[in-house]
């Protein structure tokens, strides 16, 4: 990653092998702005490429380090404090309650503790996560909280590793992967959270996709690099899950499912049929002006995996 000016940088290589064999997928996407707490963060205008290598897919612009960091700090938690709403969720909860009491849990990116609180009076729950505020409520739920370098520096060794929605964030993920691999006890396993690009359909839109379109969200994995991955870290991949990241009633799944409908059938055919009746019904016919595809949150656009040391 090479920097262009203070607030943005150009991805000349794939974050994850490095490599300059990547192809780009489908149209670019505008660029968008997020405020936080009236501090304005800009994702310039980008497109998304997929490397032949180990097949990561990824933006061709991001912010700069520097806003990036300062978009973690700055990011409120309490969204994602919805007990229940997650599937992948239920997937690592169900797989933390087999471990046997007083095993050893790290979970990388714990944000406020949410996966691991329901475990933290039988299991030893460790948690790193640089957003203070959300590290003080994972602190007040039990979890040991340590500092990265805190952890590389110990010798301590964990049966289980959850790195939950923090994948999509890093702009050099596999030695962090490399570093936690090398932290599992024999018969360890690692879980691996993370958005799954094969999974969204309209391929040529891809950069429009909802989880490009937040500034933190860097890249996407596809089972490829998951397998790809099994390389670098000496770990079988044991498991794949494939589900959606929320669970949504069914009224809002069909408002999206139509909401994207229309905003596809405009651009793939603007003469057809189907456009022509939906510039007729005044609600609809706005998906003609919308600037990028709607969000889609209600598909299996995310992925578990479970890697285990032999």
Not at 211 to 233: C, D, I
């Amino acid at each position: 990653m090479t920097p262009g000016d203070a607030l943005e940088a150009s991805v000349d290589t794939c974050p994850g092998c490095h490599g300059t064999g990547w192809t780009q997928v489908g149209g670019g996407a505008q660029s968008f702005d997020t405020v936080i707490d009236g501090r304005l963060f800009r994702q310039p205008a980008y497109a998304v490429r997929l490397c032949g290598e180990c097949g990561l897919y990824f933006k061709s612009l991001t912010l700069s380090a520097a806003e990036l960091t300062a978009y973690y700090r700055m990011l409120d938690s309490a969204p994602f404090e919805v007990d229940g709403r997650f599937p992948t969720d239920r997937l690592l909860l169900r797989r933390l309650a087999s471990l046997p009491d007083r095993a050893t849990v790290l979970d990388f990116g714990c944000s406020t503790g949410r996966i691991l609180k329901p475990h933290t009076s039988r299991l030893h729950c460790f948690g790193v996560e640089p957003n203070a505020a959300a590290a003080a409520v994972a602190a007040s739920r039990g979890i040991a909280v340590t500092t990265e370098a805190e952890l590389w520096q110990s010798e301590r060794r964990f049966d289980a590793i959850l790195l939950t929605d923090v994948y999509e964030h890093l702009t050099d993920p596999v030695p962090l992967m490399e570093q936690l691999a090398r932290r599992l006890a024999p018969r360890g396993w690692l879980a691996l959270v993370t958005g799954n690009g094969d999974a969204i359909g309209h391929r040529e839109r891809l950069a429009e996709y909802w989880y490009f379109r937040l500034p933190g969200h860097v890249l996407m994995v596809s089972e490829r690099h998951l397998r790809w991955l099994t390389g670098r870290l000496d770990l079988a991949l044991e498991e794949i899950h494939r589900c959606s990241h929320y669970d949504q009633p069914l009224h809002y799944r069909l408002k999206q499912h139509a909401q994207a409908f229309a905003y596809h059938r405009f651009r793939l055919s603007p003469r057809g049929l189907a456009a022509r009746v939906m510039r007729a019904i005044p609600r609809v016919r706005k998906a003609e002006r919308w600037p990028s595809a709607p969000a889609f949150t209600c598909g299996e656009d995310h992925i578990v995996a479970f890697y285990q040391r032999s």
